[in-house]
């Protein structure tokens, strides 16, 4: 039963997951949010091999905040909220420049905040899009808008050549396994907000903080 082959994949299981992110009064569940991370990493990975250079930075990220959740400090680590405040508060995070915090929940956490813009943006893309609308350009454009720019030259180049491995839309929709255009199109427009609201969250936190430029 637990045969990945068997497991049918639907991306709209995996956006849920970011529904429920968000606590009443607007913390960001990181259980939750690593396990909305799992799943995409799972949908890019049936997309095939050369992304895994991506899937492999991705899933190092997960576990470390895996780690913090199963740590003696994991109660520390239940919302980002807690954890921001537990880590700046015991002084664990390396604020200026990379030194003894390198696995810090604060750094690694930002990494995934800003794919998860990546995200919302080339999630709009394909939301907006037109049968004859190239899924590599409006994933490319989606990066050049976010996480590009903190990422070294070399890194945009492979992330480039990547995305010329995408599928053509109409496959990529079915790999999603979520029904026709118009169901794609009208789950991608009710999960939207909700990642649009968790990046939000965290956006004004990490500001509030002073956390967005974290090494
Ligand atoms: C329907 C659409 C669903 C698509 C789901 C795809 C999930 C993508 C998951 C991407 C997660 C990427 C995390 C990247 C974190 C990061 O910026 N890491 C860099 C910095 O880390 P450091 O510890 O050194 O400060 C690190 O250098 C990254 C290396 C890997 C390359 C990252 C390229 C990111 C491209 C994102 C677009 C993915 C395209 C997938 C297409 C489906």
């Known amino acids: 039963a637990d045969n990945k082959e068997d497991q049918k994949f639907c991306l709209r299981e995996v956006l849920d997951v970011f529904k429920s992110c968000l606590t009443e009064n607007k913390e960001v569940v990181i259980d939750h949010y690593v396990a909305g991370w799992r799943g995409l990493v799972r949908f890019m990975n049936s997309l095939g091999s050369v992304f895994s250079f991506i899937s492999k930075d991705a899933v190092t990220k ?14 520390h680590y239940a919302t980002i ?6 880590e700046l508060e015991n002084g ?6 990379q030194g003894s915090f390198p ?13 998860l813009r990546w995200l919302e943006l080339f999630l709009e893309r394909l939301r907006t899009s037109t049968e004859d609308s190239k899924t590599c350009v409006m994933c490319a454009d989606a990066y ?15 992330a480039g050549v990547a995305f010329f491995a995408l599928p053509g839309r109409p496959t990529f929709f079915e790999v999603m396994n979520v029904g026709p255009p118009e169901q794609v199109v009208a789950m991608l427009g009710d999960a ?24």
Do not use: F
């Not at 909220?81 to 537990?86: D, L, R």
């Not at 664990?92 to 420049?97: A, Q």
């Open 62 to 75: 997960i576990q470390i905040m895996v780690n913090h959740r199963s740590g003696e400090n994991a109660k």
């Open 144 to 158: 050049n808008e976010s996480l590009a720019q903190y990422h070294p030259w070399i890194i945009r180049k492979a």
């Open 103 to 115: 696995t810090s929940g604060c750094r690694t956490l930002l990494r995934l905040h800003r794919a």
């Open 192 to 215: 939207l907000p909700l990642i649009s609201e968790v990046y939000q969250v965290t956006e004004e936190l990490y500001s509030k903080h002073n956390l967005l430029d974290l090494p």
């Open 81 to 86: 909220q807690s954890m921001v405040k537990y």
């Open 92 to 97: 664990l995070v390396d604020l200026t420049k």
